[in-house]
């Protein structure tokens, strides 16, 4: 399997700050990472996919970029519901390994 | 509107065998995969496996083979989940969602609500 990793495990922000993730594969998977969303008791929400193309309806505000191994998920403004677990994953293999998560939360 | 409705929470025994589903529609149900993910209680997200409910192809993530078994009825266009034998280890809530293009392997766009599956003596 291909092991994603992600960084950090959580953190804290203030509102309108700038929040950066990163997430790193084992191995080369080109573009085939997607990053999600998910709210407590709430099932997952795509968010960003193919590394850094903007899921119909998503805000701006949220963004990705890289290829190969290493990747960046981006908020640029941080705004209170935007309070949430975020997951990389990829599917360049089966089977679509996720990130272990980043919790985010509002200082 | 697409979307996936799974069935309700279920309370289990060890021992005991369960099968969960997984309801499209809004769309072709044979022509997208259907995947399941796991997610432990304050863990992340497992991809469990996934199925083409238009010839039952399945493909499994080695973890799980074994364990659990996925099946589709193209004919209610409901995919299952199910176990023979539950742990208390399978406690989880568990998650269908469907690929956004008709490929094995893709952006998850459309997720069910989740099934919570609880396994206590």
């Known amino acids: 399997d291909i092991q994603m990793t992600q960084s950090p495990s959580s953190l804290s922000a203030s509102v309108g700050d700038r929040v950066t993730i990163t997430c790193q594969a084992s191995q080369d998977i080109s573009n085939y990472l997607n990053w999600y969303q998910q709210k407590p008791g709430k099932a997952p929400k795509l968010l960003i996919y193919d590394a850094s193309n903007l899921e119909t309806g998503v805000p701006s505000r949220f963004s990705g970029s890289g290829s190969g191994t290493d990747f960046t998920f981006t908020i640029s403004s941080l705004q209170p519901e935007d309070i949430a677990t975020y997951y990389c994953?990829?599917?360049?293999?089966?089977?679509?390994?996720f990130g272990q998560g980043t919790k985010v939360e509002i200082k | 509107e697409v979307q996936l409705v799974q069935s309700g929470a279920e309370v289990k025994k060890p021992g005991e065998s369960l099968k969960i589903s997984c309801k499209g529609s809004?769309?072709?149900?044979?022509?997208?995969?259907i995947g399941w993910v796991r997610q432990m209680p304050g863990k992340g997200l497992e991809w469990m496996g996934i199925i083409y409910p238009g010839d039952s192809d399945t493909r499994y993530s080695p973890s799980f083979q074994g364990q659990v078994t996925i099946s589709a009825d193209k004919s209610i266009s409901t995919a299952y989940l199910q176990w023979s034998s539950l742990k208390a280890s399978d406690t989880a809530m568990y998650y269908c969602?469907?690929?956004?293009?008709?490929?094995?392997?893709?952006?998850?766009?459309?997720w069910g609500q989740g099934t919570m599956v609880t396994v206590s003596s």
């Open positions: 994953q990829q599917y360049d293999n089966l089977p679509g390994t």
């Open positions: 809004g769309y072709s149900f044979t022509s997208y995969w």
């Open positions: 969602a469907r690929p956004k293009d008709r490929v094995v392997i893709a952006a998850f766009d459309i």
